[in-house]
């Protein structure tokens, strides 16, 4: 069982910054940490990961360029800097872990979710 605990969240406006963290209980590696997110009435949809000891980026067009991903491995912790945020970025977002294989897949972990509000 992993635990992932969420930070970092809050109210900024447009075209301000924020960073949210998520640290997971595991103390053993975990292959992949990632964000996604869910804004009211929207399925929850994928926005970055770091993937395998080398950490491995992936983002969604949506965030490209604006959002970057980070990793502590000696932590397992995962962190996301959010630049340039747009209204639109609103949203629970929520961390996700999986110790064997990517995330977005079945089995992963996920945290208890932390609200970004960007206002116009």
């Known amino acids: 069982q992993v635990q992932l605990v969420e930070s970092g969240g809050g109210l900024v406006q447009a075209g301000g910054s924020l960073r949210v963290s998520c640290a997971a209980s595991?103390?053993?590696?975990?292959?992949?940490m990632g964000w996604f997110r869910q804004a009211p009435g929207k399925e929850r949809e994928f926005i970055a990961a770091?993937?395998?000891?080398?950490?491995?980026?992936s983002y969604a067009d949506s965030v490209k360029g604006r959002f970057t991903i980070s990793r502590d491995n000696a932590k397992n912790t995962v962190y996301l800097q959010m630049n340039s945020l747009k209204p639109e970025d609103t949203a629970v977002y929520y961390c996700?872990?999986?110790?064997?294989?990517?995330?977005?897949?079945?089995?992963?972990?996920w945290g208890q979710g932390t609200q970004v509000t960007v206002s116009s």
């Open positions: 996700a872990a999986n110790p064997w294989r990517d995330v977005g897949g079945e089995n992963d972990y």
């Open positions: 595991r103390r053993a590696p975990i292959y992949a």
């Open positions: 770091s993937t395998g000891t080398g950490g491995t980026t």
